[in-house]
């Protein structure tokens, strides 16, 4: 039997990777002078969490669409660190981002958003809770790293200063993990960031105005009277500089706070509490017995997060004011905390409609900064959250038919838009046009989204059904598939289970499900029409014939925009462009005679482009000239083909028949879907043009 340790996952390997993603200094402590030298080398160490937040997107890549004028951020787009398994799709959703990232990188520029709650307003499934889940996850990492090291530090030997020093307590650490610059007196501390600042290569300036939380301001004096203010002793023989790591679980520089119980919502939860044991040790009024325990106390350094903030009552969401505009805490019977967080919230439609349309809330709405976190508006993206979600689970050996996604994704995104204020555009057409498959020049794109917004209650994309109900119910259609022995999952079988499940969902309102009924009968129709072109391209598809038919009407176009003649295929000589020709092209899409000029330029354009990247022209890679040209080979091709046999056949051994399987097989159909795909839209075919015929 063959060796295979090398290929094994042994304890001394699983030692040795784990050793190389912890910090090299992780367990190290260092002296305040070393510190200093530190900061001096890499001025960054003192950035704020605002500014950290913000350099940590940029960290792990960028890249600028200047179409849309949006960054999208490697940490969504990308997600390096999880090999895409979080990966976020859709043009609103990066709109989403590269705004809360703006307001991120305004707070760090102290242009007023560091003051101000980033609250994350969206419909349930929108998948904004999963950002924020991943916003914590990369920043616990980038902490690790050294671009986003980060430092705090530890009280030692108290005991043989302090007297009544419990021993338990004779090395203490930073109970809010503050920057050891809390240390320094201001006046010192301003001149060190001062160098600092002129040192520093960022599109921001440090600060650093906190007071020492008040456990460590007591220490700081005390041990200042002992040595007679004598602060580098006290700094030397008493501060250890520890590396500070992010670590949610173990609540370092990331809090999660959610509402348990809304109507016995306590204070403490937030801002901390008597530590009970140390009340008869230290008596009541000593900073030292206070327990540092909430989640605003947990956050400090990093990020809060606030589940479901609006559900908090409104006496409660007063602490929310101090932490966000004043950057303080004020426990119960204690001095005012000081605190360096980036603050986020997640709040769904009805809780948003509820607080805003309270007066007795306008402070807290004046304190913070909506961003609106839609549902996906293009259904291409909104199939690849359902493709991500089949990539990340035990799925059955259910192969997936061509448009079953697409189409889900089209119905979820059909219930989001809205009506389109234009009446000669269609929802459908709408939905086309912001998938990208129609041309800003049949439709204006930038219009309809105007218009949507104005139309719309909140936004367009704040309503409708959820990606979460679409994926539920493709997990249906594929067990219910396992459970009947077929091998495929069809879009049929996903229109049956949206059906069959609109009704029973709690989240679709009863006012509504006519509307979403009748969307789904359009996407059914949708569906028809794309199988029916699936079919017809079986039928009559040849690749080689494409492209020469191609080639033809690119030289007929170049010559007509040129005024120019072309080569006849047959006798050489010098002739016209054939205008028969090209228009029997681009009737197969439906373009007019006046706008033939604009279409012809359109398509001249683009192989031009290609040209000027070093790449040939392929007819296949411009999605509406390859439509154009299918169809018409189709029409060129359907008088040779037996219909009758199409309509009659059951035998998937007959010769013609076999043929038209391994085609749709080859456009990604398994056997047995192509199988229903021929009986379901192949006799509508076949009645068509037999009727055409007989005409």
Not at 58 to 77: C, F, I, K, M, P
Not at 189 to 208: F, I
Not at 249 to 278: H, M, S, W
Request: net charge negative; aromatic share 8%.
């Amino acid at each position: 039997m063959a060796d295979t340790t090398a290929e094994r996952h042994t304890l001394e390997r699983l030692s040795e990777e784990y050793r190389t993603e912890v910090p090299d200094d992780l367990r190290a402590a260092r002296s305040f002078d070393w510190y200093l030298d530190a900061l001096y080398d890499d001025p960054r160490i003192a950035r704020n969490a605002h500014q950290r937040v913000a350099d940590m997107f940029d960290y792990y890549g960028t890249h600028y669409d200047e179409e849309r004028g949006v960054v999208e951020y490697a940490l969504a787009a990308e997600d390096p660190l999880h090999d895409g398994e979080n990966v976020f799709y859709g043009r609103e959703v990066h709109e989403a981002i590269h705004e809360f990232v703006n307001k991120v990188k305004s707070g760090a520029r102290g242009l007023g958003p560091e003051k101000r709650i980033k609250l994350l307003l969206g419909p349930v499934g929108s998948g904004k809770s999963h950002f924020d889940y991943l916003v914590r996850r990369y920043f616990e990492a980038y902490t690790r790293e050294d671009d986003g090291r980060m430092y705090t530090f530890r009280w030692v030997d108290l005991c043989s200063v302090i007297d009544d020093q419990d021993p338990d307590d004779d090395t203490v650490r930073s109970p809010m993990s503050q920057d050891p610059l809390v240390l320094l007196p201001k006046a010192q501390r301003q001149a060190v960031v001062d160098d600092l600042n002129e040192r520093l290569d960022a599109p921001y300036t440090l600060r650093n105005d906190q007071h020492p939380d008040p456990a460590s301001e007591f220490y700081l004096n005390e041990l200042l009277a002992q040595y007679d203010d004598d602060l580098e002793r006290v700094l030397d023989e008493h501060v250890e500089v520890v590396r500070l790591v992010a670590d949610e679980n173990r609540r370092e520089c990331i809090e999660t706070f959610e509402p348990k119980d809304k109507k016995n919502q306590d204070e403490t939860e937030l801002t901390g509490d008597v530590n009970y044991a140390k009340l008869a040790v230290y008596g009541e009024s000593d900073p030292r017995a206070f327990d540092y325990a909430g989640a605003f106390c947990n956050a400090n350094r990093g990020l809060f997060s606030g589940e479901e903030l609006l559900k908090l009552q409104r006496e409660f969401l007063y602490d929310f004011l101090h932490a966000s505009q004043e950057s303080t805490i004020k426990p119960k019977n204690n001095p005012r905390i000081d605190i360096d967080q980036v603050i986020v919230g997640r709040t769904n439609m009805p809780e948003y409609r509820e607080k805003t349309g309270d007066e007795k809330m306008e402070a807290f709405n004046d304190r913070t900064k909506r961003i609106d976190y839609p549902y996906v508006l293009e259904y291409e993206s909104e199939a690849k959250i359902y493709e991500k979600m089949l990539a990340n689970a035990d799925v059955p050996n259910v192969h997936v038919e061509p448009h079953a996604l697409e189409m889900a994704g089209l119905f979820g995104v059909l219930t989001r838009l809205e009506e389109p204020t234009d009446e000669t555009v269609t929802l459908l057409e709408k939905a086309k046009a912001y998938n990208g498959e129609l041309e800003d020049e049949e439709i204006d794109r930038r219009k309809l989204r105007e218009d949507a917004a104005e139309s719309a209650d909140i936004g367009e994309g704040m309503d409708g059904i959820s990606a979460r109900f679409v994926g539920d119910e493709i997990a249906e259609a594929i067990m219910d598939a396992t459970h009947r022995d077929r091998g495929y999952l069809s879009p049929l079988s996903v229109f049956d289970h949206f059906e069959a499940n609109l009704g029973g969902h709690g989240s679709i309102a009863a006012d509504d499900l006519d509307r979403y009924e009748r969307l789904l009968d359009r996407v059914r129709e949708e569906y028809r029409e794309r199988a029916i072109e699936d079919v017809r391209h079986a039928l009559a598809y040849d690749v080689d014939e494409l492209r020469r038919q191609g080639e033809k009407y690119m030289d007929h176009v170049m010559a007509y925009i040129d005024d120019d003649t072309v080569d006849d295929e047959l006798t050489g000589r010098e002739s016209e462009p054939d205008e028969t020709f090209l228009r029997a092209v681009e009737e197969q899409l439906d373009v007019p005679s006046d706008r033939k000029d604009d279409f012809r330029q359109e398509v001249s354009n683009w192989v031009s482009r290609r040209a000027r990247e070093g790449r040939g022209f392929d007819p296949q890679e411009n999605d509406r000239l390859r439509r154009a040209l299918e169809r018409k080979l189709w029409e060129d091709k359907k008088h040779n083909i037996n219909f009758s046999a199409l309509v009659s056949a059951t035998d998937l051994d007959d010769e013609d028949r076999s043929a038209w399987v391994s085609a749709l097989v080859d456009r990604g159909y398994s056997e047995d879907g192509a199988a229903e795909v021929l009986e379901y839209a192949g006799a509508a075919v076949a009645r068509s043009e037999i009727e055409d015929g007989g005409d």
